[in-house]
Each structure stands twice: as C-alpha cells, then as structure tokens.
C-alpha cells in the first residue's frame, strides 16, 4: 500500500495529553501511523516548553494516518468522543490549559461537515450532562513533537503518568471498542 493510495486518509485531533491519545489511536485496526504533535499556534515549530507554557496557542495533537477501507472517518470520530471529556473547556483531568482542548482539525469539507453533525448529534441526545465544547478547526501547519513524545506509552509504560492515566484509560478503550482493535 502506497501512501498516494486514494484509501489512506489523515485525521487530526486533539483530546488532552497526546501520550494518552497516541496510546489509544495506534490500537485501532486501519490506523497506519500516529504521530504526535502541535497545531493551531502561533510560534513556528515550537517546542514542547513552548506549548506546556500555554503561550504559543498550540493544542497537543495527534495526525492519524488511517486505511479508510478498513477504519471510516465516523468510526475514528467515535473513538475520539468516546475517549475524553469534551465537556470541559481547555481540560482534561488534571492536565489543564489551552494545550489541552479538545479539538478536531479537519483537512477537508467532508471531515469538518461530519465533526460538526456528530457534534450536534451528541449535543441532542445529551449523552453528557453539559455541552460539548470540542473546537471544530481548518487544519494549519502540523508540527511534529520532539522523538521522545513519539510512541510515548510504548516506551514507557511504567512511569507514573502512564500507569496511573494511560493504563486504564486504555483499557476502558479496549473493552469498549472490541471490534476495532488491531490483532
């Protein structure tokens, strides 16, 4: 499979820590690559510093590579919903600044046409007491973060974030979405 393949597809979101969303999405069956990264600022390639320090307007990110043949946009959509609070304005647990949104940084009409219907389709049905504050964005520059955020949980699952955060979360994930994981 090549990557001008017409099925291989990007999506780019942002739930929280991108170690936590990076752990979760690289368990998908389809998904190809996921790299962690910044979107949204105002600082060219900024560090990690930089964008902890809330100052540049970045959100952590991760850009899914994905199979649309094997894994939809709608399914990756629902994952990421179903995987963090968007709820809670620049927040995700104790991680806390704009850094932190909960956002969908979409490439084309389609995907930001789709995030916005399922957005409004959740808000209706009121699957969570408040309403969904998730940032509906164009995608600007992708800036990929520094090698040692990269495959974070697979690397280090033993230190504390990941044992205490991650661990469970993606377990929860796994028990829910079944179906959707890779063998």
């Given amino acids: 499979m090549s990557l001008d393949d017409k099925n ?5 979101f ?14 998908v069956k389809g998904v190809t690559d996921v790299v ?6 105002k600082v060219y390639n900024p560090t990690y510093e930089q964008v902890c320090s809330g100052t540049t307007g970045h959100a952590e990110v991760v ?7 094997i894994v939809s946009f709608e399914e990756l959509l629902e994952i990421f919903w179903q995987t963090h609070d968007p709820t809670t304005l620049n927040r995700q647990g104790a991680d806390v ?7 969908i940084f979409y490439q084309d009409e389609e995907q930001k046409e789709k995030s916005k219907y399922y957005k409004e389709k959740l808000n209706k049905e009121g699957i969570w ?39 469970p979360k993606l377990e929860k994930f ?3 979405f079944k179906d959707k994981l890779k063998k």
Wanted: charged share 15%; glycine share 8%; with cysteine.
């Fill in 63 to 69: 850009q899914i590579t994905y199979d649309s043949s």
């Fill in 8 to 12: 291989i597809k990007k999506a780019t």
């Fill in 36 to 41: 962690s990264g910044y979107v949204g600022g």
């Fill in 14 to 27: 942002g739930s929280g820590c991108f170690w936590c969303t990076e752990a979760i999405f690289e368990n």
């Fill in 174 to 176: 796994k028990k829910i």
């Fill in 129 to 167: 007491k408040n309403p969904i504050v998730t940032e509906i964005s164009p995608l600007t520059e992708f800036f990929a973060a520094e090698k040692y955020h990269q495959d974070y949980y697979a690397n280090n699952p033993n230190q504390g974030y990941c044992s205490f955060v991650i661990t």
């Fill in 97 to 103: 600044g704009t850094q932190y949104r909960s956002v």
